[in-house]
């Protein structure tokens, strides 16, 4: 089936340390979206970007879109022991079809 | 706002035993959409309903069915279940598809033994 690649599958970083994950995707896109699950419960919508961003932040998370290299990362700065969780991105490919990164799973530890 | 809502949390099923999961949707979403989670596959689509009709559907056999009332509320089923259908059914409502953010339910666990 069709998905997303993202990398690092896994990360494992100290508390206040920055982690980058990072997501590649093979179409053109209308926008791109990050997700965020924690153990065993459902995900949560951290940051929408359009085709037309470049960059967008939300509290101390910032996404970057490079559509020329058809890649997305999500930054996530000053890190805390509650950021541990598996991180999704997401986007709609042709015929609008949905496709899903197969996340980054990020530990971060006190 | 309430959330997305997901009964049961938990079921324990049989092989060859069928089963129903239920998805309450956020007030005025009319788009829902289902999906599978497990450690080998990840997210996996199952379908999407818009309005009571089924508007996307994933690569799964025809025993994994849904549908969507009139008051977006949605339910999925399963017959026939096979061991490998255990996983995490996740439900996710949003405005609208493609350019929507999801808002998803917790998700009910299934273990079929």
């Known amino acids: 089936s069709q998905q997303g690649e993202e990398d690092p599958q896994a990360l494992s970083i100290q508390e206040g340390e920055n982690a980058t994950m990072n997501c590649s995707y093979k179409?053109?896109?209308?926008?791109l979206q990050w997700y965020r699950q924690n153990s065993g419960r459902g995900l949560v919508h951290l940051i929408l970007i359009r085709s037309n961003e470049r960059e967008k932040h939300s509290g101390r998370l910032r996404v970057t879109l490079d559509t020329s290299k058809k890649s997305s990362s999500l930054l996530i700065t000053a890190s805390r022991a509650a950021d541990t969780a598996s991180y999704f991105c997401?986007?709609?490919?042709?015929?609008?079809?949905?496709?899903w990164g197969l996340g980054t799973s990020l530990a971060v530890n006190p | 706002k309430a959330g997305v809502t997901q009964t049961p949390r938990y079921l324990i099923k049989t092989r060859g035993q069928q089963v129903t999961l239920s998805c309450s949707p956020i007030s005025g979403h009319r788009s829902v959409s289902w999906y599978q989670q497990t450690p080998g596959q990840g997210l996996q689509f199952l379908f999407e309903?818009?309005?009571?009709?089924?508007?996307n559907k994933g690569n799964f056999p025809g025993r994994f069915s849904g549908r969507q009332f009139s008051n977006s509320r949605s339910e999925m089923n399963v017959s026939t279940l096979e061991l490998g259908d255990s996983a995490l059914y996740l439900c996710?409502?949003?405005?609208?598809?493609?350019?929507?953010?999801?808002?998803f339910g917790n998700g009910t666990r299934l273990t079929v033994t």
């Open positions: 997401r986007y709609a490919g042709n015929n609008r079809k949905l496709i």
């Open positions: 996710a409502s949003s405005l609208e598809t493609v350019n929507s953010p999801l808002h």
């Open positions: 309903y818009f309005s009571e009709t089924q508007r």
């Open positions: 179409t053109s896109i209308n926008n």
